[in-house]
């Protein structure tokens, strides 16, 4: 969670603000993609009315700033991932031993 945190603070997205006490658009979007990713779950869940229903009931500001379609959610995909690769980049340029990739197809 506080990587998540420390992500949302290096890379904040210009969006509609609503109350600062209740819900952080930054944080929701990288939570909600490590989550998706984590588990597998498919992108068009956030069009599920239930699933909606669950977190609007959780906090009713999330309605506001949960993405409205899976191309949304995609475009979340796309933009974390854009903003780790810079830093998993760096980590691995920075190693201090060789690293070994395999794959197992």
Known sequence: MEQAFAITAANPQKRRRIDPESINQDELEVLYVRAIA??????RLVECPEFCALLIYLNKDVGN????????????VIRQYN??????????YNAQSKIYISLDL
């Open 38 to 43: 984590a588990t597998n779950l498919p992108f």
């Open 65 to 76: 700033t949960l993405a409205k379609s899976h191309t949304d959610v995609r475009k979340w």
């Open 83 to 92: 903003g780790m690769k810079g830093i998993v980049r760096n980590s691995l």
